[in-house]
């Protein structure tokens, strides 16, 4: 089955900095990369996606970059405010499914004011 | 409209009991999901319907899991002589169809096993 690794698991910046968050996956045909932040007691919720038929793809403050050479996809938040402190996953659908995503381990965002 | 819905947002079970979570789907989605969440990590997969229909349970952590969505609408995730490894956050998902659409999370049911 697919396997997803996500670095760091924890990230601390000042209110203004870039934060980047990278994961890795296994599964050469996955094609769906979804980000989802959790902040505490609450649920997952999508903030982007990314499908392997696009290189990068940007929403305001927020962008995802893909090489589906290297295996690998990253978040890339500018502009950092306090309110963007959160868990965030990453997420990939591979593995022979077409249904199941397979979730990265989470990063802690921490952005200082 | 309204948002996933899971109920209870909290439980309690004591070692052996058996507990039963429900979800309520996004009206009109035919994809519905079950994640469990461990403290610290990411959601994983435990079960997928298709309407009424169970395509894949493979998730499931033993034959202690059950769950169901009978009419294709609402879907309750049983869980028999409950142990300590159980206590989790159970998540559950919906969305308008399976390939490649967004999943839209409950907030969850907080599962603790004492």
């Known amino acids: 089955g697919e396997n997803v690794e996500q670095h760091p698991s924890t990230l601390s910046v000042q209110e203004g900095d870039s934060a980047v968050i990278k994961c890795t996956y296994s599964?050469?045909?996955?094609?769906?990369f979804p980000w989802y932040k959790q902040e505490l007691g609450k649920r997952p919720q999508l903030i982007i996606d990314?499908?392997?038929?696009?290189g990068e793809k940007k929403d305001q403050r927020i962008a995802v970059t893909l090489n589906k050479t290297a295996k690998h996809f990253s978040l890339h938040i500018t502009e950092t405010q306090p309110e963007d402190s959160a868990v965030y996953f990453c997420?990939?659908?591979?593995?022979?499914?077409?249904?199941?995503?397979?979730f990265g381990k989470g990063t802690l965002l921490t952005v200082n004011p | 409209g309204a948002g996933v819905s899971q109920s209870p947002r909290y439980k309690v079970a004591k070692r052996g009991q058996d507990v039963a979570l429900r979800c309520d789907p996004i009206?009109?989605?035919?994809?519905l999901f079950w994640y469990q969440q461990a403290l610290g990590q990411g959601p994983e997969f435990l079960t997928y319907?298709?309407?009424?229909?169970?395509?894949?349970k493979s998730g499931l952590p033993s034959d202690r899991f059950f769950a169901e969505r009978p009419e294709g609408s609402v879907s309750t995730l049983k869980i028999q002589r409950t142990q300590q490894e159980d206590s989790a956050v159970y998540l559950c998902?919906?969305?308008?169809?399976?390939?490649?659409?967004?999943?839209?999370f409950g907030n969850g049911t907080r599962l603790t096993v004492t």
């Open positions: 319907f298709q309407n009424e229909a169970q395509l894949d």
């Open positions: 599964d050469s045909a996955s094609n769906y």
């Open positions: 990314i499908r392997s038929n696009v």
């Open positions: 009206s009109g989605h035919v994809s």
């Open positions: 998902a919906s969305s308008p169809t399976g390939a490649n659409s967004p999943l839209h």
């Open positions: 997420a990939s659908k591979g593995g022979g499914s077409n249904y199941k995503l397979t």
